[in-house]
């Protein structure tokens, strides 16, 4: 798959974003380390997701960790 701009995944434009309930940005607001919910692959130029990671916070962790 790619993108309008011509990336795909394994591009340095094609990053891992975090998203968050609104529940998370209120806890976060307060200062609390909250683990998202959702992370999407996309493309940060254009904004095409190539992929969504939902699951525990564990894992979302871990991902977001790995690609770092
Ligand atoms: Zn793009």
Redesign the pocket.
């Known amino acids: 798959m790619v ?3 011509g ?1 795909s995944i394994g591009d340095p ?1 094609v990053v891992p974003k975090q998203r968050y309930s609104f529940f998370g940005w209120f806890v976060m607001s307060c200062g609390i380390s909250y683990p998202p919910n959702r992370i999407n692959i996309e ?1 940060d ?2 904004g ?1 997701v190539f992929d969504v990671i939902e699951g525990t916070g564990e894992f979302l962790e871990e991902y977001t960790r790995r690609n770092r």
């Open positions: 993108c309008a701009c990336y434009w493309c130029r254009c095409e």
